[in-house]
């Protein structure tokens, strides 16, 4: 980390800061068919390849509906995901994401596409018609797509009792609203949620959302930042090639709940519409190995925001579950949990990005409000180098004791979100420091 020579400066546009703050990319997330689409739509629309996965996650468990899960700590998991992007507004290209995935839906199903996804949830009474008991097709899919997450938590908040049916929506319980003229039941919905919100939103609402009652432990956050600079003249992506081999999982995916199901059960969907469920079985292989190997990978509730991962180990089999949807594979194996473990990894590294809240059990041994105005500084002065005396008395104002920064600037070390070198002087060498260099991207050649 310390450096005795000088460093070349470097003669390029300033990436924008969210490309210094967004954690490193786990490439073992990009397994099978979901790691082809995000490499290949994020090179094509320069859409963050984590934002492009987790997108897509979340629409093919929703598409492939609730019939194929895993049993796992005595509860049903289908790859039912609640997913929130969090990114600057101009910058972090968090719709560009969702569209390319959208029109790869389109055209693989596209009458899940136009019926099934509804864009801005007005209330939960609106989110229970939609799946309610009674429907003449009997689907109770809901993709819910929610571009302003901000406006979604003022409602919770206000109303009290969405955030309350969208805890029971990810558990998969039965949704009811009672009204004066009628009441309706929802005992087989299948929704999922993609939302989108800015770091400073989420912080700013982040009290309201923590007082839902436990949603926020259902919530995979994803940070993003732009993956490359695209023209945005472009045709678009011809994405013939990958729908096709979603068209392919998706018809799979119903084909294998047949074979599963029993008379009854079929004679139940055709005259009444329920759907039949069908086990996605886990491998010995990942049972044998879960509590030493998966589980002391995942971090466990702490002190500060504690309900961030206290579902760490239901997400990670969910997200399993979509990897081997997506793979066509009879069952959850150890291929599909090293990659879900490591898009898990990603959405918990994204929340310490936001909160300042590390992802192992100890509380931050830096002031996150220190940590992010030095970010911020260095940011407007990369890529010159800083005095530490300069971080201290410019930013911080000398507010701050001397511990406290020297926390503060060892913690983003540790984070690789700064690096230092020491200039001889006649004296002490001097102390600078910059922010490191963004992170290179090596999904595309």
């Not at 993709?143 to 901000?150: H, K, Y």
């Not at 939103?201 to 695209?230: F, K, M």
């Not at 793979?327 to 990603?346: C, F, H, N, P, S």
């Not at 970010?375 to 990369?382: C, E, G, I, Q």
């Amino acid at each position: 980390m310390t450096e005795s020579t000088a460093v070349p400066e470097i003669d390029a546009p300033v990436p924008p800061l969210a490309a210094f703050l967004r954690p490193e990319f786990p490439v073992a997330a990009l397994h099978g068919l979901a790691g082809d689409v995000a490499t290949s739509l994020a090179e094509a629309t320069g859409a963050d390849p984590a934002a492009v996965l987790m997108t897509f996650l979340a629409l093919l468990g929703n598409a492939a509906g609730q019939q194929p899960h895993a049993w796992f700590g005595g509860a049903q998991h289908p790859a039912r995901l609640f997913v929130v992007m969090v990114g600057d507004a101009a910058s972090g290209r968090k719709g560009t994401a969702l569209g390319a995935v959208e029109r790869l839906f389109t055209e693989a199903d596209p009458e899940w596409a136009d019926t099934r996804v509804l864009h801005g949830l007005q209330s939960a009474e609106a989110m229970i018609d939609r799946v309610a008991d009674g429907h003449l097709d009997g689907d109770s899919r809901l993709m819910v797509v929610e571009t302003e997450f901000a406006r979604l938590v003022a409602t919770m908040a206000r109303t009290g009792t969405l955030s309350a049916q969208l805890r029971n929506a990810w558990d998969g319980r039965t949704l009811q609203r009672t009204g004066v003229r009628h009441s309706q039941r929802a005992s087989h919905a299948h929704i999922s949620l993609l939302a989108m919100i800015t770091p400073e939103e989420l912080l700013r609402h982040h009290n309201r959302l923590s007082q839902g009652g436990g949603l926020e432990s259902r919530i995979l956050y994803v940070y993003t930042a732009p993956a490359s600079d695209v023209s945005p003249f472009g045709a678009g992506t011809d994405v013939t090639g990958l729908a096709e081999r979603v068209r392919a999982v998706l018809d799979a995916s119903r084909e294998a709940v047949m074979l599963r199901t029993d008379p009854i059960s079929r004679h139940l969907l055709a005259v009444r519409g329920i759907q039949p469920r069908a086990e996605l079985s886990v491998s010995a292989e990942v049972t044998g190995d879960w509590v030493r190997s998966v589980k002391p990978r995942l971090a466990l509730p702490g002190d500060s925001l504690p309900s961030l991962h206290s579902r760490a180990e239901s997400q990670v089999i969910r997200l399993a579950a979509a990897y081997a949807l997506a793979d066509q594979a009879d069952e959850i194996g150890a291929a599909q949990v090293e990659a879900a473990v490591a898009a898990w990894a990603y959405c918990a590294r994204s929340a310490e990005v936001v909160f300042g809240v590390p992802v192992a059990q100890l509380p931050p041994r830096a002031d996150p409000r220190s940590a992010a105005k030095i970010v911020r500084f260095l940011h407007d002065r990369y890529p010159a180098w800083v005095p530490r005396d300069e971080i201290g008395s410019g930013v911080l104002h000398g507010n701050v004791p001397a511990a406290g920064l020297t926390a503060a600037l060892e913690d983003l070390a540790v984070k690789r979100l700064v690096e230092q070198r020491q200039v001889p002087t006649q004296g002490r060498p001097r102390d600078e420091y910059r922010l490191s260099r963004p992170p290179q991207l090596t999904l595309f050649p």
